[in-house]
């Protein structure tokens, strides 16, 4: 192996003087430049998508705060609830939010899913509390009551889980993200 990558080195040194395309360069500089730029708002508003998109997926499988699953029946709920209402808040937290981190990693770009990456400690807690927020709103719209609030704790457990899941399930997926890219380029 170590001699062909020696002599494509050297093709490349005698084949240096080649001229490249200017349209070629002009496109492949503009390309590297979108995926390396980070912008923030559209950053947030990809964020935001990808959150309603993948939390209204898990919502067809396994049930909210007493939304969905769409379609009726009680999904993934009647195995889970098994072990109690927590256990049932901490999968269906990890659901809800792990499927959106696992969905930006194939969204954003990848100066998106680095700044996603460094600053995951305080982003998805945020989009945790967003989502039981929304969610416990939405119930409490759909019911016409506010009995979400007598079981705080379900909600608590519901952000604890999916918050740590969530990030464990990113920073895992962002490791073999690299790995694949990497070996893409290869």
Aim: hydrophobic share 50%; glycine share 8%; net charge positive.
């Amino acid at each position: 192996m170590p001699e062909d990558i020696e002599k494509e080195f050297q093709d490349f040194l005698e084949n240096s003087g080649n001229v490249v395309p200017e349209k070629l360069r002009t496109a492949t500089l503009k390309q590297t430049l979108r995926d390396l730029t980070f912008r923030p708002a559209k950053f947030f508003v990809k964020l935001v998508s990808v959150q309603l998109v993948a939390g209204t997926l898990t919502l067809l499988v396994c049930p909210q705060f007493g939304l969905g699953p769409l379609g009726g029946g009680q999904g993934l709920m009647t195995w889970v609830m098994e072990y109690g209402p927590i256990a049932c808040a901490l999968f269906c937290g990890s659901v809800f939010l792990g499927s959106s981190a696992l969905f930006s990693l194939f969204v954003f770009r990848w100066a998106e899913r680095r700044f996603l990456y460094k600053q995951r400690l305080w982003i998805f807690p945020v989009v945790g509390l967003a989502s039981v927020v929304a969610l416990m709103l939405a119930s409490a719209i759909h019911f016409q009551s506010l009995h979400v609030l007598q079981h705080l704790e379900f909600a608590f457990s519901w952000l604890l889980g999916g918050v740590v899941f969530s990030q464990f399930l990113y920073q895992l997926g962002q490791k073999l993200r690299e790995q694949w890219d990497l070996h893409l380029a290869a």
